[in-house]
Structure formats: structure tokens, C-alpha cells
């Protein structure tokens, strides 16, 4: 009995010992791996980097922030901001291969206040198959032709309303509360074929809400920011999924099977031909809907008002432009045609300044993501849990890409190109989260572009473009206008 009692003891000892081994092995590998992640500053305790984060970005060159840790650590560099440790790359092919990832390595890993806002069902933080069906759906709707040719006539309609009625507003217009009108009617209308009237300004002041909290402290205590807009997103999703109830039912009842007329048609037939697991369920659709909305309260209006300012301040190109416009007016009117989608797609300076808009506003300027495993990039090595700011913006501004790229160029894209996969030009995200409303979005810049500048003439009061939290004009844009002489 002693023996084994003796035995025991070494045992235990021996087990004891290769514990305390594995353990400083352990520690060992992860101080190997905290050395071989790229060089960098973590900043003050807690708050890191983010007061110089965000001072940069109330600057007018808020890339700043990125251009002052590339001279010093390189492309790709490690920092502390927005109450997270993470790498930055400003390097366009590490930023390929993080948006070509397909959800194996990089997951969505967003600030608190947006993972709060938008729940763990958004489309936006979704990962796997369930977000590859939807995205595909949703792709799939919005290019095609026969939405295109319907969507045209309605936006056309709604700009042509709206220009219309600026001579009533004693011809001082502020341009950034203008085209936030088009915009959330036209994707209210693709999303839910909702017209103008009591139904939609409830929605558009509920979403104005809704949306003042995705970039904010995340404090859902009362009164604050946060918990405003939790209640804002309350009141609409029950707005929401009652029109998708009500389209359900009416759905069930008809049995139709025509071209669908919106995205919740789109969604509810999938979730209606799917099986068992892998039905939608209504409070994701509505959920989504309601995301799917912040595109036309902030990317693209904002895309429009920064067009009309950068081609106020460069009469040469906007002399161009409407060359251009004008030219397709006469055609049109000539041959008493209406206009097509692709008479607008095809107007090459146009998209040229769409282009160089995006290009100089980087209204979406990066996209996070999570490492779920080591990974190697290049000669970047990203361990397992680390989150990745892919910066579209110092890519952008970055003057190895594109000469002298403060500068409002559109004419640059007659050399360079504009393809939507370029590894330079990625105002639209890529891979599989490739942004599905982009052809929809461009066309849409183009017609508005078009109807204002063969239907007005204006001048700009003085203003100037804000970068932080979000891309806008400072004081809205105000402009005064006034019809062109016929």
C-alpha cells in the first residue's frame, strides 16, 4: 500500500509538471503569436487611439489617421480604437482577400452599437449559408431588367416631382434633405411597394430615428441614444411585419406566381418553396427589410449632394456633363422615345463622375471583420480572434493608385477603367457581400444627375464636406436655383 501511495505521489507529480509545461508552452505560443502581429501602437489604456481616430476624422483628409501608422509601421498595422484591438489594412490585396474570404476565416465583426441595433439576424452580420441564399435572392432581383425598366419610370417620376417642386421652396433648396426624400421613396417603393402618404412618413420618421444610433456609445440606459433608437427599430418592425403578414396571407390566397413586384415578394416566395429548416421566418424578413432601408437614408443621397458640390466647385466638368445630358435629351425628345435604363448606364462621363464621387466621398470607407482561425496574408500574419479594419478609403486616397487623388479627376477613368472588382476601387464592398444593389444605385445617381442639370441651373452657397460619424455636407448643401432658359 505504500508503494502505490508512493507511486501515486509521483504520478500526480508527473501529471502536475507536464500541466505547468503545457501552460508556458501555451503562454509561450500566444506571446510568439502577440509578436507576429503587425507593428503598431495600442494607445493609452481603454481608450486607446480613438480620440486621434476620431479628431482625423473631423478633418477634411480624415485618412490622416491611416497615412500618419503607414509611414511609421507599413500598410497593414495594429491599433486600439472604437473600444476594440485591431489590425488596419490599407493594403488593397490584403483587403481582396478578406472580401473574397467566403465566411471560413473572416466573419462581420462590427462596433457594439450597430451589433446592438441590428441583431444577431442581420444581413449584415449573417455569415454562412443562410446569407450567401439570401444575398443571392436579393442580387438576383435587383439586376434584373425587368425590375430596371420598371424602376426607371419610377424614379424618373419621383425626381421629376421633386425638381418640380423646388421652385415652390423660394429657390433656396437644401440639396441633402432633397435627395434623402427621392432616395428613401424609391427603395421603400423597391422594398415594400409602399407610395407616398401617411404610411411612408411614418416609416421615414421612425428609420430617421432608428438610424441617429448605429454609430453611438452602447448605453441602452433610458433616455439614451441607444435605447431612442432600439424603440424607433420596435415601432418598425411592428409596422414592417405587419405588411409582410398581410402580403403572406394574400400570397396564400391568389397563389400567383408572376414576376415578383418587391423584395418582401422575393423573400416570402423563398421562405414559402423552402423546406423545414430552411424556411425564413417572418421577423427575419422584416428585420432585413428594415436594414436593407439604410442605403437610401445615407449612401446614396449622400452620393448625389457630394456630385453637385464636387461638380459646383469644377465648372469644366460640369460643362462636360451637361454636354453629355443634353445630348441624350435631344436624342429622346427627337425621336419621341422614352428613355431606357441603359440609356443612362451608357453615358460614359456621367459614370464617370458617379465614379470619382465614390472614389473622393468613401461614404462606406472600410469593412470589419473577425479572424475565426490564424491566417497568414501576404506576409501579414492575423491570429485567431483578432478583428481586421479592411480600409477602403486609405486605398482611395492613396497616391500610388491614383495621381494626385485629392484632386476631383472623372476624366481619370477614361484611362483606368471602372471595374466594380478592381482591387483599388471598392466603394461597394466585394466577394460574396459585393454590395447587391449597386447597378441600382448607380442608376439612380444618373437619372437624378441627369433631370437637374437639363432642367436647372444653380449656384451653391459655401459648404463643406463632414467625414465623421457619417459622409455629409455640413450645412446640407443649400443651393438657389433656377430653371434653364429654354
Known sequence: ???????????????????????????KKLKEKKNEVP??????PFIGETLEF???GYTSRPVSFMDKRKSLYGNVFKTHILGKAIIVSTDPDVNRAVLQNHGNVFIPCYPKSICELLGKSSILQMNGNVHKRVHALIGVFLKSPQLKDRITRDIEKTVQLSLSSWMDKSRLVYLQDETKKITFEILVRVLLSIGPGEEMDLLKGEFEEFIKGLICLPIKLPGTRLYKSLQSKEKLLKMVRRIVEERKMDMEKTEEKDLPNDVIDVLLRDAGESAGTHCIPLDFISGNIIEMMIPGEETVPTAMTIAVKLLTDNPTALARLVEENMELRRRKDHGCEKYAWMDYMTLTFTQNVINETLRLANIINAVWRKALKDVKIKDYFIPEGWCVLASFSSVHMDGINYENPYEFDPWRWDKTGAAVTSNIFTPFGGGQRLCPGLELSRLEIAIFLHHLVTTYRWVAEKDEIVYFPTVRMKRRLPITVAPLQQ
Open 39 to 44: 507593428r503598431g501602437s495600442s494607445g493609452w
Open 1 to 27: 500500500m505504500e508503494l502505490k501511495s508512493s507511486e501515486s505521489r509521483v504520478l500526480m507529480g508527473i501529471i502536475l509538471a507536464l500541466s505547468v509545461i503545457l501552460w508556458f508552452l501555451k503562454k
Open 54 to 56: 476620431i479628431s482625423c
